[in-house]
């Protein structure tokens, strides 16, 4: 028992997940360093909320991009889920828990009709998503359009119940938003490395004929892991709602680009067949951190943001592909030797 922790705790050490703990870590260490106010739980936990939804989409494109297909029209579904479920609540007169499984069954039909369209009819699944993208915006503004409320504004007045999702806080100091991440988190790794359903996954990632040989449905495995992905927008969309106090079409329209460099920055393949939840995650809180750190701690205006989280994923996605080169690995070798 013993020599397999070790084992473990070996193979952990030289994983891609702890050198995001250690980026993490170095964050924190600089920020904290910088202004105390950093490391008061409150202001720390409290960052969390503005990429709670990123961190949440991101544990689930996790999945499609281990398949070998991309998700870029999570914000989407993310606005029209908010839509869908103000709409439904104020001018339906549905239940709000019942407007909520409304939204996350329309996000999970968006989905489906991606999914199917990339595994059935072999469309790359870069078009049908950003053609995706455009389809349910479209659709998000149409149904803001059903509401008697003028959509630059916005549905709010929402029952105290519904806000509790984002305003409740266990112990005074862990937020909601914050723990449904972190369950999730938990389920999506069960999903992926404790299932036979997540072997699958894998098997479609590294080679889709052998899985088709092996009689897994490569079809259905990789529609499914669209109906996931567009299931967990939908949720980050009512995290977000009940966060703003208000329902809005467009609210999700910038996440794409940060969900995709945390899966990416995660150690996901773009081509398929590795990744992982926990690197996922970590990756998606880096940024996080980042993007809240530095104006913070260092008066980095928000428009600028961009510039070092996009400076992050290039130095690491090189330097990651610099050091899997076998000529580099041979390099290294032989500097081992000498």
């Known amino acids: 028992m013993g020599k397999s922790f070790l084992e473990k705790a070996k193979k952990f050490f030289k994983s891609w997940e702890f050198v995001l703990l250690l980026i993490l870590i170095g964050e924190i260490v600089i920020f904290a360093t910088k202004n105390p106010k950093f490391l008061m739980p409150r202001v720390l936990f409290g960052s969390l909320n503005d990429i709670i939804s990123i961190c949440i989409i991101s544990l689930f494109v996790t999945f499609v991009m281990i398949t070998g297909g991309i998700d870029i029209q999570a914000g989407s579904i993310v606005g029209l889920s908010s839509i869908v479920l103000g709409v439904a609540w104020q001018d339906a007169g549905i239940n709000i828990w019942v407007a909520v499984l409304l939204a996350i069954f329309v996000a999970a039909i968006c989905g489906a009709i991606s999914g199917y369209f990339?595994?059935?009819?072999?469309?790359q699944p870069m078009v049908v998503t950003l053609g995706g993208s455009f389809l349910f915006s479209g659709i998000a503004l149409l149904v803001s359009n059903l509401s008697s409320t003028a959509s630059y504004k916005g549905i709010s007045g929402f029952p105290e119940s519904f806000l509790q999702l984002s305003k409740f806080r266990l112990f005074g100091v862990l937020p909601a938003q914050v723990i449904i991440f972190l369950v999730l988190a938990v389920i999506a790794y069960i999903l992926l490395n404790r299932t036979k359903y997540g072997r699958m996954i894998f098997l479609v990632g590294v080679n889709k004929d052998a899985a088709e040989y092996s009689g897994i449905n490569v079809k259905f495995i990789t529609m499914t892991t669209y109906i996931l992905s567009g299931i967990s927008a939908a949720i980050a969309g009512i995290i977000l709602t009940s966060y703003l106090g208000t329902a809005k079409s467009d609210i999700g329209m910038t996440f794409t680009l940060p969900i995709i460099t945390a899966v990416v920055l995660g150690g996901?393949?773009?081509?398929?067949?590795?990744?992982?939840?926990?690197?996922?995650?970590?990756?998606?809180?880096?940024?996080g951190v980042l993007k809240f750190g530095l104006p913070l701690c260092f008066k980095v205006p928000q428009q600028y943001l961009d510039i070092p989280v996009g400076m992050l994923l290039l130095v690491v996605v090189i330097g990651r592909s610099l050091l899997t080169n076998p000529k580099v690995i041979a390099l290294l070798h032989k500097e081992d030797k000498k």
Do not use: F, M, R, W
């Open 118 to 123: 990339v595994a059935y009819c072999g469309v």
């Open 268 to 287: 996901t393949l773009s081509t398929g067949g590795k990744g992982t939840v926990v690197g996922t995650a970590l990756a998606a809180i880096v940024i």
